[in-house]
C-alpha cells in the first residue's frame, strides 16, 4: 500500500496504516465490520440474541452507515451477561484478564487471546511513537500493573517500539524519583493527577527537571485533564505532555493519543469506529458535535463490542491533521456523562472547574469539589491549595483571592460557588485516577 504522510514519518509507528486515504480506510472499515458482525452472529451468544431480536442478519450490513441499525451496547450489558455471554472464543483462546477500574459501579473484567494482545501493543505503539518516544527512550511506567490495563498495556507497547521499559507501577513517589534519577528515566507514563503529585514531590524535595532528572515526555491519561493542567504538568516537569484515551471494554489504553500538534486525540480508525450522541436520546450527532462517544471494536477477537456506549462527552475532528495522520481526531473528553454535576439545575464538568482555578496566580493545580444540600437547595463547595506565600499573606490577600475566584467560577458557570482557600499539600493526593468530587446531597 503507498504511505501517504506528507510529514516526517519518524513518530509514525505504523505510517501505511496511520495514513490511509480516508476511502481505503473507509473500505477496509467495511470489510471488517461485515465480518465483525459475521462474527458475532455466528459465536457471540449475547449477539445473536440482540441481533435475533431486532431482526438483524449479517447481510443486512452493506454500507458503514448500516452500523447505526445494530443496536448500542451499554456497560449493564456488558455487567449484566457473563463474559462467556459475550465471548466469541472458547476459554482455552483466553491468554489475559484485566478488569476496568469500576469507577462507577463494580468493575468489568474483560478477556484477550493472544492475537488481542499482539494487537493491543501495536496499537499503544502508536500513541507511544505519536507522544515522541522513541527505541533509545527510557520509559517510567507509573500506571499501577495489576487488573487495571493502564501498567500493562504501556509496558508491552512500549517494549514494542524497542524502549527500555522501567515497570516502577503507582505509588511510593520517592521511590519513583530514585529510580527516574537512577536510571535516567527520559519518559513517564501515569494518570495526569499522579504527574502533578510527582512533580509537587519534585519541587518539595529539591529535585531540579532538567538537571537531576532528565524527563523529555510525558504520556498521560486514564481520565479527564484539562489544558491548564497539561501546562501545570509540562513545567513542573520540564517535558513534553501527551494526552491518550481509552477503556478496558474496547482494549485499554491505545484507542487513541496525541501527536505533536497536541490539537485532538488521532483515533486508530482501522480497528475502531468512532461515533457521537446524544446521550439523552442516543440520536447520531453530526461529525463535529459534542455527545457521547460510542466505539465498535471491529477486530477484537475474545470481546468483540458493537457501538459501546463509553459515556464520555467528547467531539470527532474530521479535518486532517497537518501530522500526517489522516485518522479522525477526537476532542480530549470532557467527563463521562456520569460526572457531570447537576448543580441548581446547571450542568457542569469538574474539569471546567478545573480550567478556571488554574488561569488564576497563586493557586495549586490541587483541588477538591464537595456537593452538599441546604435548605433544599444544592450547594457546591471548591477547596483549592495556594502557593505558601499566598497563604501566609495578610488575611486581605486571601480573601481578595477567594472573591476573584468566586467571581470566575459565577462568570463562567452560572452558579455561586463557595471557595474555600487550603494550604499547599493538604488535600488528599492519587497515586492512580483522582476522586475530585464528594458528594454527601442524599438523593
Ligand atoms: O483508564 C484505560 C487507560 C489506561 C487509558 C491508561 C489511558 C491510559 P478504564 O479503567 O476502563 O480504562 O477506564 C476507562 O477512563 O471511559 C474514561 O472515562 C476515562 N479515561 C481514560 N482515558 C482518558 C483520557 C482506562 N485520556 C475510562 N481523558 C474512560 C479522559 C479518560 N478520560
Given at each position: 500500500?503507498?504511505v501517504?504522510?506528507?510529514?516526517s514519518i519518524?513518530?509514525?509507528?505504523?505510517?501505511?496504516?496511520?495514513?490511509?486515504?480516508r476511502?481505503e480506510?473507509?473500505?477496509?472499515?467495511?470489510?471488517r465490520?461485515?465480518?465483525?458482525i459475521?462474527r458475532a452472529?455466528?459465536?457471540?451468544p449475547?449477539?445473536?440474541?440482540?441481533?435475533?431480536d431486532?431482526g438483524?442478519?449479517?447481510e443486512?450490513?452493506?454500507?458503514?452507515?448500516?452500523?447505526?441499525?445494530?443496536p448500542?451496547?451499554?456497560?449493564?450489558?456488558?455487567?449484566?451477561?457473563?463474559?462467556t455471554?459475550?465471548?466469541?472464543?472458547s476459554?482455552?483462546?483466553?491468554v489475559r484478564?484485566h478488569a476496568s477500574?469500576?469507577t462507577t459501579?463494580?468493575?468489568?473484567?474483560v478477556?484477550y487471546?493472544r492475537?488481542?494482545?499482539?494487537?493491543w501493543?501495536?496499537l499503544?505503539a502508536?500513541?507511544?511513537r505519536?507522544?515522541?518516544?522513541?527505541p533509545?527512550?527510557?520509559l517510567?511506567?507509573a500506571?499501577g500493573?495489576g487488573l487495571?490495563?493502564?501498567?500493562?498495556g504501556l509496558?508491552?507497547?512500549?517494549e514494542?517500539i524497542?524502549a527500555?521499559v522501567i515497570?516502577?507501577s503507582?505509588?511510593?513517589t520517592?521511590?519513583?524519583i530514585e529510580?527516574?534519577?537512577?536510571?535516567?528515566?527520559?519518559?513517564?507514563?501515569?494518570?495526569p493527577?499522579?504527574?502533578?503529585?510527582?512533580?509537587d514531590?519534585?519541587?518539595?524535595?529539591?529535585?531540579?527537571?532538567g538537571?537531576?532528572?532528565?524527563l523529555?515526555?510525558g504520556?498521560?491519561?486514564?481520565e479527564?485533564w484539562s489544558?491548564?493542567?497539561?501546562?501545570?504538568?509540562e513545567?513542573?516537569l520540564?517535558i513534553?505532555?501527551?494526552d491518550?484515551y481509552g477503556l478496558?471494554?474496547?482494549?485499554?489504553?491505545?484507542?487513541s493519543?496525541?501527536?505533536p500538534?497536541?490539537?485532538g486525540?488521532?483515533?486508530?480508525?482501522d480497528?475502531?469506529?468512532a461515533?457521537?450522541?446524544?446521550p439523552?436520546?442516543?440520536?447520531?450527532k453530526?461529525?463535529g458535535e459534542e455527545?457521547?462517544?460510542v466505539?465498535t471494536a471491529?477486530?477484537?477477537?475474545?470481546l468483540?463490542?458493537?457501538?459501546?456506549?463509553?459515556?464520555d462527552?467528547?467531539?470527532?475532528?474530521?479535518?486532517?491533521?497537518?501530522?500526517?495522520?489522516?485518522?479522525v481526531r477526537?476532542?480530549k473528553?470532557q467527563g463521562?456523562n456520569d460526572d457531570?454535576?447537576?448543580?441548581?439545575g446547571?450542568?457542569?464538568f469538574p474539569s471546567q472547574?478545573?480550567?478556571?482555578?488554574?488561569e488564576?496566580?497563586g493557586v495549586?493545580p490541587?483541588y477538591?469539589?464537595?456537593?452538599?444540600?441546604?435548605?433544599?437547595?444544592?450547594?457546591?463547595?471548591?477547596q483549592?491549595?495556594?502557593?505558601?506565600?499566598v497563604f501566609?499573606?495578610?488575611?486581605k490577600?486571601?480573601?481578595?483571592?477567594?472573591e476573584?475566584?468566586?467571581?470566575r467560577l459565577h462568570?463562567?458557570l452560572g452558579i455561586?460557588?463557595?471557595?474555600?482557600?487550603?494550604?499547599?499539600r493538604?488535600l488528599?493526593?492519587a497515586?492512580?485516577?483522582?476522586?475530585?468530587?464528594i458528594?454527601?446531597?442524599?438523593?
Amino acid at each position: 500500500m503507498e504511505v501517504h504522510c506528507t510529514n516526517s514519518i519518524e513518530n509514525i509507528w505504523d505510517p501505511t496504516m496511520e495514513c490511509l486515504p480516508r476511502h481505503e480506510l473507509q473500505a477496509l472499515q467495511l470489510r471488517r465490520l461485515q465480518d465483525l458482525i459475521r462474527r458475532a452472529d455466528a459465536q457471540v451468544p449475547y449477539y445473536q440474541r440482540v441481533f435475533r431480536d431486532a431482526g438483524i442478519h449479517p447481510e443486512d450490513i452493506r454500507s458503514l452507515d448500516d452500523l447505526q441499525r445494530l443496536p448500542f451496547t451499554t456497560k449493564d450489558d456488558v455487567r449484566t451477561y457473563s463474559m462467556t455471554e459475550m465471548m466469541a472464543v472458547s476459554m482455552d483462546r483466553v491468554v489475559r484478564l484485566h478488569a476496568s477500574s469500576g469507577t462507577t459501579g463494580h468493575p468489568t473484567v474483560v478477556a484477550y487471546t493472544r492475537n488481542d494482545l499482539d494487537l493491543w501493543s501495536d496499537l499503544v505503539a502508536r500513541i507511544i511513537r505519536a507522544g515522541g518516544v522513541g527505541p533509545s527512550d527510557i520509559l517510567q511506567v507509573a500506571f499501577g500493573y495489576g487488573l487495571f490495563t493502564g501498567g500493562f498495556g504501556l509496558h508491552y507497547g512500549a517494549e514494542k517500539i524497542g524502549a527500555a521499559v522501567i515497570p516502577a507501577s503507582s505509588g511510593n513517589t520517592l521511590r519513583q524519583i530514585e529510580l527516574m534519577r537512577a536510571m535516567k528515566a527520559t519518559a513517564l507514563v501515569c494518570t495526569p493527577s499522579y504527574a502533578l503529585h510527582i512533580a509537587d514531590f519534585l519541587e518539595k524535595e529539591g529535585v531540579k527537571p532538567g538537571k537531576d532528572i532528565h524527563l523529555r515526555f510525558g504520556l498521560f491519561g486514564g481520565e479527564p485533564w484539562s489544558e491548564n493542567m497539561r501546562r501545570e504538568i509540562e513545567a513542573g516537569l520540564g517535558i513534553s505532555a501527551t494526552d491518550n484515551y481509552g477503556l478496558s471494554e474496547i482494549i485499554g489504553p491505545g484507542v487513541s493519543g496525541e501527536c505533536p500538534v497536541k490539537n485532538g486525540l488521532h483515533i486508530s480508525e482501522d480497528h475502531f469506529l468512532a461515533e457521537v450522541i446524544d446521550p439523552d436520546t442516543g440520536q447520531s450527532k453530526a461529525i463535529g458535535e459534542e455527545g457521547e462517544l460510542v466505539l465498535t471494536a471491529l477486530t477484537k477477537e475474545a470481546l468483540p463490542v458493537i457501538r459501546y456506549r463509553t459515556r464520555d462527552i467528547c467531539r470527532l475532528i474530521p479535518d486532517p491533521c497537518s501530522c500526517g495522520r489522516t485518522t479522525v481526531r477526537m476532542t480530549k473528553v470532557q467527563g463521562r456523562n456520569d460526572d457531570m454535576l447537576i448543580v441548581r439545575g446547571v450542568n457542569v464538568f469538574p474539569s471546567q472547574i478545573e480550567e478556571i482555578l488554574l488561569e488564576v496566580e497563586g493557586v495549586q493545580p490541587f483541588y477538591q469539589i464537595i456537593l452538599g444540600r441546604k435548605e433544599a437547595l444544592d450547594t457546591i463547595e471548591v477547596q483549592v491549595e495556594v502557593r505558601g506565600e499566598v497563604f501566609s499573606d495578610e488575611m486581605k490577600g486571601m480573601r481578595a483571592l477567594e472573591e476573584k475566584l468566586r467571581q470566575r467560577l459565577h462568570t463562567a458557570l452560572g452558579i455561586s460557588v463557595k471557595i474555600t482557600l487550603v494550604e499547599h499539600r493538604t488535600l488528599e493526593r492519587a497515586i492512580g485516577k483522582s476522586k475530585r468530587v464528594i458528594d454527601n446531597r442524599n438523593f
